[in-house]
């Protein structure tokens, strides 16, 4: 009775479609807490709701599916909480684009009807993302999806809000900040892209107040000098030690600028002269406050000048720099402009050059918050995969700042603060900031409510109550997304049972903005770390290392390599070139070998299920290790110990290597070697049960990695269970594993190769025979070869086989070592020797070329500089082959010559 046969080839598209929604009918996703049950749960890094499916995601869901998929087999009770973020500046963004298009602003609309319009955008396109991890293949628990402004976590945000200010960690305060015009709000220091730009640094002269003389600025952006309160110095600067206590003047609108001397200001940059800026300069902003200088804020939020800035208000930013620039050319105050690369910030989210700027906004303090974060990762509570990433986790954390959480945006958590107008009156005299953060004390202001829920009215006067317009940072809702997600702050089952999580997977471009701010949260609400192992893995990047982006033209679309090869090739293709935490160089070719895998698994698979009888795999027909056979038992062998090299692989999150051991076995040793070797026994009740039993193994192995292409072909053999991925994870039989079998099939395989490769190497005709000679070292090695010299014929077609220790060379042979064997082939008859001699001669010439080509790339330094490390260590791998095959084309001139 044979097995269901499979179609001549594999349709990926069909196939998936059907098998992802079988899974999702049947709740094989779904994840049920179990007081006796072992948790293993990951939460997924939201995406933004703007997003569409790129392979970075790919690659981070892949890793996570994979681990996911393995425990669940494993017998863990597995839970991949799905979810995505609201992204507060994207969205906000995205759905203003929208309004410009019917020529209104989110002013016109209102902040109710804006917030409506947004959300009416979120039901529309927030979940295409989703729809496209099911394209993956992703067994998220998709019953569970949260969104970062739902319901319950909007109350956590709030909780959290409350709680921090209640114990004295959430102020607000007036301190220079990240702001972006375009934008218009405050972003955090991790909001900021810093990118070197080529600038100018131009030179000004300000003049000594009662004298005739001058001292030189140099700054890189001078329409802020109109905001200027002083000019300073480093007391040890000889220069400038006459001017302490005198006064200088702003040049255009003539202001008194005192000129104070400080330890902290550079004397080696430009002149060591420093105008001080306090409103629009961080470093300038603290000497403000140690000598009470006075605040001046020349720009509104949109990036233009104000009222301040003199006749120059009104005007953009960077209008007013070449306005001010030509007019003080036009006095004689600017001496010179020199050439100056610096680092410039720019908005994470639109790419504009953000300003440092003076305003009222509310931090979170971390200090106390990262204290017990750090010993949290130094005695390995959570640990780093590399471990490279923990000194850049402690690095960060132990010179942490405070967090501004404050946003002048629309969408997203609204800062939980009411203000009444009566009361705050009355108490006008208060000072902003009556707490100092970690003293102990609550932040208060007269007449301000912070509360859980929203107020009616004011609880002191009865007035009315007006809530502060800003909203919170996207990510201090993502920052408790392990455990919000499970319910906190109820106390429930799934919270109990499910955190912490196990496993964090995520890119390492996010360890600021999120990872460590979640451990920060973890133990502050949650008493535990919300994670024990954090993988970090590497960029997407295209061939030549670039980053893939739109804009540059380069990405590579998941969702159109999945309709081109399907999604296990996707994910098998994405994982063999993953190193452990190194980026990941792609192009659409290196998803061709995901292809060609899926096919050679489903051919073989085709050739297994052509071939088998199911009646001769009943229990009692089992056979023993004697009816086996040798070839039997060794891929027997193999598959167990393959199947313990990969479950470590996957504890120790090595999924390329995992990969790479699962192509080595199917492709070459089961499909190569195995099935070729079996082919004369196919029918007999060993080979049967053999093939049935290495197949059925080999596929639960593969199906976290590939599990559409599993699971089709699983159902298609006999088996036990409902569902290849509810199916038990094939544990290593150690009684099956021969270590000295498989050496001596080792020996057998690498004699019928050397064979195969002279008789590649002279184009012997594939139809002819050989006369083959084998001499042997030793006596185990002249066992082995006579005991398996039929497999030797059989796979190297040869007609004539002798082996034994002390034969001589034939005449016209090429030879070929391998270990202490030495194989002769004898040619006579089957190679033309001067044709042979013209091709390899031709062959050389041809390699010879290569190499100085290569040769001369490897020794020039531009290019040693500039391509991307991938693309060089590939260089110098092709001069190792070519090099390697320059020999063997010499070695065969030798053999021709003898």
Known sequence: MSSPELSKVYEPKSVEKHWYAHWLKKGYFKAKAAPKGKPYTIVIPPPNVTGILHMGHALNNTLQDILIRYKRMSGYRTLWMPGTDHAGIATQNVVERSLREEGLTRQQLGREAFLERVWKWREKYGNTIVRQLHRLGASCDWDRTRFTMDEGLSEAVREVFVRLYEKGLIYRGKYIINWCPRCQTALSDEEVQHKEINGHLYHLKYAIEGTDGHVTIATTRPETMLGDTAVGFNPTDERYRHLSGRTATLPLINRRLRIISDESIDPSFGTGALKITPSHDPVDFELARKHELEFINILNPDGTLNENAGPYAGLDRFEARRRIVADLEDRRILLEIKEHQHSVGHCYRCSTVIEPYFSSQWFVHMKPLAAPAIEAVEKERTVFAPKRWTKVYLDWMHNIKDWCVSRQIWWGHRIPVWTCAACRDKGKTAAETVFRPGQGRVYREPGMIVARKDPKACPDCGGVLEQDPDVLDTWFSSWLWPFSTLG??????????????????????????????????????????????????????????????????????????????????????????????????????????????????????????????????????????????????????????????????????????????????????????????????????????????????????????????????????????????????????????????????????????????????????????????????????????????TYIVQMAKVSSLQIGKTLARPKESAVANVGRVETYVVLTGLVDVQVERQRIEAALADVDRLIRGLEGRLKNEEFLRKAPKEIVDKERQKAVELESRRQRLHENLRSLGE
Request: aromatic share 10%; charged share 25%.
């Open 488 to 789: 906190w702050p109820e106390k429930n089952k799934d919270l109990k049972f499910f955190y912490p999580t196990a496993c964090l997977v995520t890119g390492y471009e996010i360890i600021f903005f999120w990872v460590a701010r979640m451990i920060m949260s973890g133990i502050e609400f949650m008493g535990r770390e919300p994670f024990k192992q954090v993988y970090i893995h590497g960029i997407v990047r295209d061939e030549t290392g670039a980053k893939m982006s739109k804009s540059l033209g380069n990405a590579v679309d998941p969702i159109e390599i999945i309709d081109e090869f399907g999604a296990d090739a996707l994910r098998y293709g994405i994982i063999s070139i993953t190193a452990e935490g190194q980026d990941v160089y792609c192009s659409k070719e290196k998803f061709e070998v995901g292809r060609n895998f899926a096919n050679k698994i489903w051919n073989a698979s085709r050739l297994v299920l052509m071939n088998l009888d199911t009646r001769k795999l009943r229990p009692s027909a089992v056979p023993t290790p004697a009816q086996l056979g040798p070839i039997n038992r060794w891929i027997i062998s193999r598959v167990n110990q393959t199947a313990a090299s990969l479950a470590e692989s996957l504890d120790r999150h090595r999924f390329n290597e995992a990969a790479s051991t699962l192509y080595d076995f199917i492709w070459h040793q089961y499909c190569d070697w195995y099935l070729e070797l079996a082919k004369p026994t196919m029918k007999d009740r060993a080979t049967q049960w053999t093939m049935h039993y290495v197949l059925e193994r080999t596929l639960r192995l593969l199906h976290p990695f590939m599990p559409f292409i599993t699971e089709e072909i699983w159902q298609k053999i006999p088996h036990k269970g409902e569902s290849i991925m509810v199916s038990e994870w094939p544990k290593p039989e150690k009684r099956r594993i021969d270590p000295k079998l498989e050496t001596e099939v080792d020996i057998i395989l690498g004699e019928i190769q050397a064979i195969r490769n002279v008789r590649s190497a002279w184009q012997i005709n594939p139809k002819e025979s050989v006369t083959v000679a084998v001499k042997v070292a030793g006596d185990t090695e002249l066992r082995i070869l006579r005991e398996y010299s």
